[in-house]
């Protein structure tokens, strides 16, 4: 089973740049497609960004420009590069992956941009 792991969250001031981690251990299979997704308490999760095995990215309108979504797939590790941050980008950061027949979530990572 796969087990993907955020890591890089933090609080920073608006303006300023994390860059967020999703570890996915575990699988026997090739990994395909892998998604950054976000949360706000008392909101749906919104999908930011999204990279294929061959590095083929799509982003949410809200992030494109800002954010980048990249990955190393002999680690089977996503990076998300956060640039010009802003407070409506809080939330917590949810990496899901797919495998053939399956997608795992990870359990997040908060990111809070103070104004």
């Known amino acids: 089973q796969v087990q993907p792991v955020e890591s890089g969250g933090g609080l920073v001031q608006a303006g300023g740049c994390l860059r967020l981690?999703?570890?996915?251990?575990?699988?026997?299979?090739?990994?395909?497609?892998m998604q950054w997704y976000r949360q706000v308490p008392g909101q749906q999760r919104e999908f930011v960004a999204q990279?294929?095995?061959?590095?083929?990215?799509v982003y949410a309108a809200s992030v494109k420009g800002r954010f980048t979504i990249s990955r190393d797939n002999a680690e089977n590790t996503m990076y998300l590069q956060m640039n010009s941050l802003k407070p409506e980008d809080t939330a917590v950061y949810y990496c899901?992956?797919?495998?053939?027949?399956?997608?795992?979530w990870g359990q997040g990572t908060q990111v809070t941009v103070s104004s």
């Open positions: 899901r992956v797919y495998v053939p027949g399956s997608d795992y």
């Open positions: 981690s999703c570890a996915a251990s575990g699988s026997r299979f090739s990994i395909t497609n």
């Open positions: 990279i294929t095995s061959l590095g083929t990215t």
